[in-house]
């Protein structure tokens, strides 16, 4: 299994511009979501979903906007693209959780660094 | 929402110590605690996690103990090593391992 796949792993862009930042796994997990990190404030989630046609708004949704068309792929998009979205994206996936309860844990991909000029 | 604070920001140890790191978190209904370790420029990996209905788990030299009156939980790292150098994050979820609320990450250091 490759986990959670994510492209690309570097981008700069220039403000006003859009792009999607792909994300792909392999392991049939439902639940998928987006985090940005930024120095000193952790990692903030964007948006999330817990299965195919179904997406939420996280805590940072501003910007962004997601889809789900498969369970495999979680795509981000930033629309209009501002400095203020330099960061770094992760995106991460689990099973979710389950009838009784219990969840698994959360898978990250390796980021991708965006720069916004 | 939930807010996690963590301290300290930074931690230096010397090899062979432990190291302490703690986190509170705000909505008392949180019920799934996960700690992340992340090196740099790569991603977060899950270290260790602890469900509200436990008080303390253990793997090996790391263990987490919640105190959910208190609402606060810490993770103890014993006879560190300088492979343990990292990021270390706290979170906290009213949902499982989805929508994780993170702290803001403890630089830690072990000098040989």
């Known amino acids: ?5 994510q492209t690309p792993k570097f981008q700069v862009l220039k403000t006003g511009q859009s792009m999607t930042l792909q994300c792909a796994q392999d ?23 817990v299965g195919a046609g179904i997406t939420d708004q996280g805590e940072v949704p501003n910007g962004y906007n997601v889809s789900r068309s498969t369970t495999e792929d979680f795509p981000l998009r930033l629309l209009s693209a501002a400095p203020s979205q330099t960061s770094v994206y992760f995106c991460a996936s689990s099973y979710g959780i389950n009838s009784g309860g219990a969840s698994s844990p959360l ?8 720069t916004v000029t | 929402g939930e807010n996690v604070e963590q301290h300290p920001s930074t931690l230096s140890v010397q090899e062979g110590d432990s190291a302490v ?3 509170t978190y ?5 019920n799934y605690f996960p700690w992340y370790k992340q090196e740099l420029g790569k991603r977060p990996q899950l270290i260790i996690d602890i469900r509200s209905n436990v008080g303390e788990k253990k793997d090996q030299r790391i263990a987490v103990t919640l105190n959910k009156t208190a609402k606060h939980f810490s993770l103890h790292i014993t006879e560190t090593q300088p492979e343990d150098s990292a990021v270390y994050f706290c979170a906290a979820s009213l949902t499982g391992a989805n929508n994780l609320f993170f702290g803001t990450g403890t ?3 072990v000098i040989p």
């Open chain 2, 26 to 30: 705000s909505d008392s209904a949180s």
């Open chain 1, 107 to 114: 898978h990250f991909g390796n980021g991708t660094r965006l």
């Open chain 1, 27 to 49: 392991m049939n997990h439902e639940y998928m979501s987006w985090y940005r990190q930024d120095p000193g404030m952790g990692l903030r989630l964007i948006h999330y979903s």
């Open chain 1, 1 to 5: 299994n490759a986990g959670v796949t």
């Open chain 2, 107 to 109: 630089r830690l250091t």
């Open chain 2, 21 to 23: 790191i703690k986190c």
